[in-house]
């Protein structure tokens, strides 16, 4: 278990950095879930609910036992691959995800106002 980030940056900076990083995690699900509510495609529900899912994955790990848990340790045809945990997948492939479908996206008509 590593309990910092990314190939453990911040490892040692004390008992606070779950809470801190689990509240940070948080926050920006808070935000995700409101811009969940405002989805306009199916693809765009499907990728914030892989970075939801991952963050809270992550936020869970945190809290229950002080760092995130690095558990997919892939090995095949003479290579190995970084250990790294299904919540970090999601989060990346979510991402991923929203960011192509926001560059591939086609407007057919013109976008709504905040007021609309």
Known sequence: ???????????NDGPWNAWILSGLAAGITVFLLVWL?????????????????????NVIDRVLY???VDFLDVHGFGYH???????????STGAALLIGEALLRRDVG???????
Do not use: K
């Open 110 to 116: 013109p976008r709504r106002s905040a007021g609309d």
């Open 37 to 57: 509510r405002r989805a306009e495609t199916s693809l765009q529900v499907f990728a914030l609910g892989l970075v939801i899912g991952g963050a809270l994955g």
């Open 66 to 68: 002080g760092a995130v």
């Open 81 to 91: 691959w970084p250990a790294f945990n299904l919540a970090d997948a999601a989060i």
């Open 1 to 11: 278990m590593e309990p910092g980030v990314s190939f453990g940056v911040m490892n």
